[in-house]
C-alpha cells in the first residue's frame, strides 16, 4: 500500500537555477496540500489542490513559486528562481476530504538546499 | 499570527512515566483538533485526532483532552517507550475541513 510519494529526496542547486519538486498522492485521495518546514517559520501550508483545482495559493511565498496538478495521480512545486532563503524540506500531503476526519497523509518530504 | 502554539520547544521524561504534550490556540473556529508525530527524514504521521464536540479520545496508550472553554488540548501519553521520542505536532482544521494550522512541535526525548 503506497503512501505519498515525493521525489527527490533531496535536492541541491545554485541560487538562480529552476527547482521542480514531485508528488504522487495516495491513490483515491481528492485533496493535496504542499508544505515547507523550516525553523523559523515551523511547518506552513503554501498550497493546496481539491479535486486537482487549487483552492488556496495564500501561502505561497511570492511569484517565484509555482504550483501545478495536472491530473489526479500527480502535483509539481516549481521555484524559478531558486534562492538561498527557499532552503527548506518540503512535503506533499494527501487526504480524501468529505468525511467526518480531516486526517491528511504526509510523503517523506524534499530536503532543498539552495546555495 | 500563530494561531496554533506549542509553547513548550521540548520534553524530556522516563520511560514508563506519562508524558504531557501541550498545544493552545486562539481562533474560536476551530473545531477538530489532531496531533501528528514525526521522526527524523521522515514526513508527519498522523496519531489521534478529536472533535469540539468531545472533550476526550482515547486509542491505546495516546489521550487527547480537549478544553475548549480554556482553548487548549493536550496529548497524553501513558506509559511513555523509548520509540515515542520524536517532534509531536498538534493542528487545527475550520468548518471547511480542509485547511491544517500546526503548531511549531515539541520535541519528546523518552530516557530508559
Known amino acids: 500500500d503506497a503512501g505519498v510519494i515525493q521525489s527527490p529526496r533531496h535536492e541541491v542547486t545554485e541560487m538562480g537555477q529552476e527547482v521542480t519538486l514531485r508528488c504522487k498522492p495516495i491513490?483515491?485521495?481528492?485533496?493535496l496540500f504542499w508544505y515547507r518546514q523550516t525553523m523559523m517559520r515551523g511547518l506552513e501550508l503554501l498550497i493546496y489542490?481539491?479535486?486537482?483545482?487549487?483552492?488556496?495559493d495564500s501561502g505561497m511565498p511570492e511569484d517565484r513559486f509555482s504550483a501545478k496538478m495536472p491530473n489526479a495521480s500527480f502535483s509539481t512545486l516549481k521555484i524559478q528562481p531558486s534562492e538561498p532563503r527557499d532552503s527548506a524540506v518540503y512535503f506533499c500531503a494527501s487526504s480524501l476530504q468529505g468525511l467526518s476526519s480531516y486526517e491528511q497523509y504526509f510523503g517523506p518530504g524534499t530536503r532543498l538546499t539552495v546555495t | 499570527d500563530q494561531q496554533v502554539k506549542q509553547n513548550s520547544p521540548s520534553l524530556s521524561v522516563q520511560e514508563g512515566r506519562i508524558s504531557i504534550l501541550n498545544c493552545d490556540y486562539t481562533n474560536s473556529m476551530f473545531d477538530y483538533f489532531l496531533w501528528y508525530k514525526k521522526y527524523p527524514a521522515e514526513g508527519p504521521t498522523f496519531l489521534i485526532s478529536?472533535?469540539?464536540?468531545?472533550d476526550k479520545n482515547e486509542d491505546g496508550r495516546f489521550t487527547v483532552f480537549l478544553n475548549k472553554s480554556a482553548k487548549h488540548l493536550s496529548l497524553h501519553i501513558v506509559p511513555s517507550q523509548p520509540g515515542d521520542s520524536a517532534v509531536y505536532f498538534c493542528a487545527a482544521s475550520g468548518i471547511s475541513g480542509s485547511r491544517l494550522t500546526f503548531g511549531e512541535g515539541t520535541q519528546l526525548t523518552v530516557n530508559p
Open positions: 491513490s483515491g485521495h481528492n485533496s
Open positions: 478529536i472533535s469540539s464536540i468531545k
Open positions: 489542490f481539491n479535486n486537482n483545482v487549487p483552492i488556496d
